[in-house]
């Protein structure tokens, strides 16, 4: 997958990302079971289409 299409990663293990298309990973899954939401775990682009720091 490349970087510029990931648009979620987990905050516990920042190699397991999401890039919003398809069936939702079971990381992700079981998080938004626990009660967290999908906004905080978005990763920020900035204007080259690329993840901040």
Do not use: F, Y
């Amino acid at each position: 997958m490349r970087a510029d299409h990931i648009q979620e990663s987990s905050r516990k293990n920042p190699s397991e990302t999401w890039s919003g298309r398809g069936k939702q990973p079971r990381w992700l899954a079981a998080q938004l079971q626990a009660g967290k939401e999908l906004e905080p775990l978005l990763i920020a682009v900035n204007s080259s289409g690329r993840g901040c720091p």
